[in-house]
């Protein structure tokens, strides 16, 4: 019923997107602009270090979650000494060879340079505070105390940098390399300005919470301002790196909305029926037909079949379980999923009551899948931008070689 928990396991996963994801813009800037170098070096470091910590998380044991893959105390010894080895000799060479590595080219902070620069500081702050949020309760707990970190924390200490990144992310592809001023693009701004403007006022008075908001609001812009850089441009002559670039942002913007929609407008229900009884959720109109017993190879479960109608069109089936297996002796409920381009039904089978009704969760999530389109958005524009620099690298290699060759045929 759901996307994300900050489960520490999920977090493991995310903390390397993050580092790698400051690595790429950084190196970007180093490979146009020959800047940024120890910055880039550094983030570097840091990006294979998380996933070594993601891997010593999820591997050694020391989590619990439902996410972790073993529990082995030696497989995890060896992987903090590996983690101790490669990340320790990784920041002391750094540390060494941190004065050799030259400072680059400057620039001024009201540039292009300078907007990614604050963008991957505010992309290493939100790496912090993940990573103190994962971190914390296992020292906690090595310390004798339990403590539980979630949403409360992760969410608004995240939100307080991720906010003016995705600010700055709309503003930073307009400016210029080395030296720039906002007032120069200050009415290309306008239109993302205005629309994100208008739309937080409409869901402010819907009701929606200021997350949540402000998530649609941003995104409502970013949509707008991920284009902004192809304007006055001959969209046959785009280079492949800024159309990696502007796909990419839209792909942002695009999860951002799926993300405030499934925080905004879920819709659960926790309902007890009989069979032949109905219930709507959302726009979904549910009927419990029947509970039937079913087998596996090493399981038995019963399951439920849902009739579920969308706004009165054809229905779909939907069969969640609740299965017992005796290889080993647990019990697991199995999810029924119907998803659509505008959302994702979930339901889940519960027990039956005294009353001979059958408890079912339902939840209806509304432009939940906009997540998944915008990562596979984002991905696209890695790629693009990834194809880009290799054809504009093997450009070059081609034309050295033909300078080569004409200079050594003028010299025999």
């Known amino acids: 019923g759901g996307w994300w ?24 800037v180093l490979a146009a602009r020959n800047a940024l170098r120890a910055w880039t070096v550094m983030l570097g470091v840091v990006a294979f270090s998380m996933s070594m910590v993601g891997t010593f998380l999820v591997r050694s044991g020391i989590l619990t979650s439902v996410h972790a893959f073993a529990v082995d105390p ?27 590595v030259t400072e680059g080219e400057r620039f001024a902070l009201t540039s292009r340079e ?28 090595a310390m004798g105390a339990q403590v539980s970190v979630g949403p409360p924390y992760f969410n608004p200490m995240s939100s307080v940098f991720v ?44 009701g929606v919470a200021v997350l949540p908001g402000l998530g649609m609001a941003l995104a409502a812009g970013l949509v707008v301002a991920a284009f902004l850089p192809l304007r006055g441009r001959k969209l046959r002559q785009v280079k492949l790196p800024l159309w990696g670039m502007v796909v990419a942002h839209f792909g942002v913007a695009v999860s951002l909305f799926g993300m405030a929609c499934d925080s905004a407008y879920t819709t659960e229900k926790l309902v007890a ?37 969308y706004d009165g069109g054809s229905a779909v089936k939907l069969q969640p379980q609740a299965r017992s297996f005796w290889t080993p ?47 596979i958005l984002i991905a696209l524009g890695g790629l693009l931008a990834l194809i880009g620099r290799v054809l504009s690298d093997l450009r070059r290699f081609i034309a050295r070689d033909k300078i080569a060759y004409r200079k050594g045929r003028q010299g025999r």
């Open 329 to 375: 002796p647990q019990q697991t409920s199995e999810s029924a999923l119907e998803t659509r381009w505008n959302g994702q039904l979930y339901a889940v089978l519960g027990e039956r009551a005294e009353d001979g009704r059958w408890q079912l969760r339902l939840w209806w999530k509304p432009f939940v899948t906009m997540i998944w389109y915008g990562g």
């Open 273 to 309: 029926l009989r069979e032949g009884e109905s219930v709507a959720v959302g726009p979904w109109q549910i009927d419990l037909v029947v509970i039937e017993p079913v087998a596996g190879p090493n399981w038995t479960a019963l399951q439920a079949t849902l009739s579920a109608r």
């Open 74 to 100: 030696e497989r995890g010894s060896f992987i903090l000494a590996l983690l101790l080895i490669n990340i320790g000799g990784a920041l002391a060479l750094f540390a060494v060879r941190a004065g050799t």
């Open 5 to 28: 928990f900050w489960d520490p396991v999920e977090n493991a996963s995310l903390m390397p997107w993050l580092a790698a994801t400051a690595l790429l813009h950084s190196a970007s």
């Open 114 to 141: 300078g907007a990614l620069v604050i963008n991957n500081v505010l992309l290493s702050a939100v790496l912090g505070i993940v990573l103190l949020g994962t971190l914390y309760p296992l020292l906690a707990e």
């Open 163 to 206: 906010v003016p990144m995705l600010v700055v992310m709309g503003v930073g592809p307009l400016l210029r390399w080395r030296r720039d001023s906002l007032a120069r693009v200050r009415w290309s701004v306008i239109v993302p300005l205005v629309l994100m403007l208008i739309a937080g006022v409409v869901l402010a008075l819907q």
